[in-house]
Each structure stands twice: as structure tokens, then as C-alpha cells.
């Protein structure tokens, strides 16, 4: 488990397969996802709080995929499933003291390494950019509302893998 004064606390699960991936920039999986969080928690002060606890599993196509049908509906792996477990309101409310659950990001191997293949980026950057989604979803928002949520979502996606030194995934954009 990980944490920081300015972000929340991530707990990892981690599938064998992505130990055996090419690694992020950073020292492990572990410090790749709380420098990540971090950068989050800068753009989003709502989970800037160590007392906010996420799991993050980094799992297989096949734990994903049981996970979208069962709570998407969707039969097929996808690469990034968020579960908050607070809404923007109960985000807003919680004090600093208490541990209290954001929610729970997984993530498929198979399909980030897929997709990270196809954009010919590495899959560390590329799953950055999924757990920062992931992340995002958890603080309350959704590109599935409405064209301005996703394009408020998008920049807050750009902002905050720029903190890293990532590019923007989204390529050019008029």
C-alpha cells in the first residue's frame, strides 16, 4: 500500500503477467501508481487526501471481462473499469481523518497492451493514461454524460499526464 500527504492511498493487486511487462518510468508498479495518483490529486482537490483509500487491481482480460458483463452488461474485456463507491457530494463532505474507500479501478492486461501496441506508445504511458481515467471516475467524472463532460474530462486527462512528462493521448485536436 502507497500513499502521499497529497493524494489518496492505493492498495495493488497485481496479475503476474504485469510483472513480467515492460515497467514504468518509475521504480515499480507500486511507485508508478502513486506518482500517478498524485499528479491527479494536483489537478483535483477533492482526492487530494491520503485518507482516501483505492484499490487498484492490474488484472487479466478475463477478470475484466466477467466484470463488464456482470456490471456493464457489455460480454467483452475492456481496458479500465472504475467503481466508486462515493458520489461528488460525499466526496465534497469527508473530513481528513477516517480511511474511507474512493472506490476500485481495474485494468486488463491483455487489452492495455493491446491498445498501447496499436497507438505505438509504451504500456506504462498508456496505462497511466487508464488509471488517471479510472481515477477521474472515481473523483465523479463521466465522458458518458454529455460532449462538454467529456471534453472537461479529456483536459483534466491531458493536464495531469502532461505533470508527468506524457503527451497527450488524444493526438490533435481542433
Known sequence: ??????????????????GDSPGPPYADWDAWAQTT????AAE???I???NLLVSLVLGDDEEVHALNKEWRDRDRPTNVLSFPMLDADELADIGDAMPIMLGDIVMAHGVCLR???????????H???LLVHGLLHLAGYDH???EADAEEMEALEVRILARLGIADPYGDRE
Open 37 to 40: 495518483a498524485a499528479a491527479a
Open 127 to 129: 496505462a497511466t493514461h
Open 44 to 46: 483535483v482537490p477533492p
Open 144 to 146: 458518458e454524460t454529455s
Open 1 to 18: 500500500m502507497t500513499g502521499s500527504a497529497k493524494g489518496p492511498t492505493l492498495e495493488l493487486d497485481i496479475d503476474p503477467a504485469w
Open 48 to 50: 487530494a487526501r491520503r
Open 115 to 125: 491498445e498501447a501496441d496499436e497507438k505505438s506508445v509504451a504500456l506504462a504511458k
